[in-house]
């Protein structure tokens, strides 16, 4: 819905706060209070102190019932307008993306001139509560007309309901982890431990080589004394990561370890998205435009039990059909690395012809990429995944790479759980 003609959305920039593993530096840290920190270090770089956006889009996956406003929260936290509004949205890992592709599509309408995009997620933080039994021994004493009443439910009251039932990111409808999942699409596709070490160890390098040539200093804002991903491994080798024991499937035959998957990661990060005409008008320089985005989801109950994480090969797929565009049409891939197996599956779905024409509606096999090309300043398995952050770090660090390339094309492939896979295309 629009009355006047679609505008391109530019990307202005980002920002982001260190990622850390879970329970080390930001142990005591809230998701609002990263995504403040995270909004507050924009503001700064851009001078949006005072200004009014139309809108800005944040969310969390591990959320705290006290942060059903968070976005809104985040951003009276910070020197934009208190005029701003803000929502709060949910895609699994591919929040920050989602976010991004719905303020982008507002200012390509004409709804709003320029808005931020983001995403935080704590996991040790995580909201941790008690059995329903004792919830409803909270709810009938609460509700009780007398006295009597309000005492009679506490009669119930064991040891065992008080035994917290901690938040699990396995999959409600398998009971699979995301891991246990993944280690079967391994096993499907084939992909062997050697291929994933490689692609973790190519991961920690690029990444502490970006960090060292100072490409991430004007993307991150140190926070809570932390100044630099703390995964991160520079002297990691393949030999290290050979001797990691398998993590999943703990047999002989297991194929996925604690280095080739992501860790659990806190952390938070953002975009600031706006027409052409607001950006020059506030002095403020694009180094990219989010050109498209595209979801899509699979059944992984039934016709894909062992492609939990494989919905972005279903999304990559339509995508290019609706930009008339090839696989290799493109400058740069951001792949979110979820596990090393994951990223190497879709890149063996997108080079069989089976899957292509089976799956996918295709005549022929999307082909191979130059994996010289593939998560050029280092990706997840390097810098860590905090769910709803992936994708504004993945999105802010692409347009900065185009921008420094002097111009180019760049896709974005972020799989989430639940079978669903967020993507975009980001152009110079």
């Given at each position: ?95 920050g993306l989602e976010a ?177 005409e607001w950006a020059q008008a506030h002095n ?145």
């Open positions: 819905m629009h009355y006047r003609d679609t505008r391109k959305v530019a990307i202005v920039g980002g920002n982001r706060i260190p990622f850390c593993r879970s329970y080390t530096g930001y142990v005591k840290q809230s998701n609002l209070d990263m995504m403040t920190a995270t909004l507050n270090g924009l503001v700064s770089r851009y001078k949006l102190d005072g200004l009014r956006l139309g809108d800005v889009a944040l969310g969390a996956v591990m959320k705290h019932s006290r942060d059903w406003n968070m976005a809104r929260e985040a951003v009276l936290g910070t020197k934009l307008a208190p005029e701003t509004p803000a929502y709060d949205l949910q895609r699994a890992c591919g929040t991004a592709i719905q303020v982008g599509n507002k200012i390509a309408l004409g709804q709003i001139d320029a808005g931020i995009a983001g995403g935080t997620d704590s996991v040790s933080d995580t909201p941790i509560v008690y059995p329903d039994s004792y919830r409803s021994i909270l709810l009938e004493s609460f509700v009780g007309k007398s006295t009597a009443a309000k005492l009679k439910p506490w009669l119930r009251l064991r040891p065992s309901n008080f035994k917290p039932e901690l938040p699990s990111s396995g999959e409600p409808r398998t009971g699979l982890s995301m891991g246990e999942s993944t280690e079967r699409t391994a096993k499907t596709w084939g992909i062997t431990r050697e291929a994933q070490d490689e692609l973790a160890f190519t991961s920690h390098q690029r990444a502490a080589k970006a960090w060292t040539e100072g490409f991430y200093a004007d993307l991150v804002t140190p926070f809570h004394g932390i100044e630099r991903d703390n995964n991160m491994r520079p002297d990691t080798t393949l030999e290290k990561l050979a001797k990691l024991k398998p993590a999943f499937d703990r047999s002989a035959s297991g194929t996925m370890t604690a280095g080739n998957s992501t860790p659990l990661t806190d952390g938070a990060s953002a975009v600031l998205l706006a027409s052409d403020l320089p694009v180094q990219a435009y989010l050109r498209y985005g595209k979801v899509a989801a699979i059944d992984f109950l039934d016709t894909c039990p062992d492609g939990l994480l494989l919905a972005p090969a279903y999304a990559v797929s339509d995508m290019l059909n609706d930009a008339g565009l090839g696989l290799q049409d493109f400058d740069f891939y951001e792949i979110h690395e979820a596990f090393a197996a994951q990223t190497l599956a879709t890149l063996k779905a997108w080079e069989s012809e089976e899957f292509c024409q089976k799956e996918l509606g295709r005549s022929a096999a999307l082909g191979s990429i130059d994996r010289s090309k593939l998560n050029v300043k280092g990706g997840s398995l390097a810098m860590g995944h905090p769910f709803a952050a992936t994708g504004g770090r993945i999105l802010a660090s692409l347009a900065k790479i185009i921008h420094e390339n002097g111009g180019g094309r760049g896709l974005i492939s972020v799989c989430t759980a639940g079978g669903m896979g967020v993507t975009a295309i980001v152009e110079g």
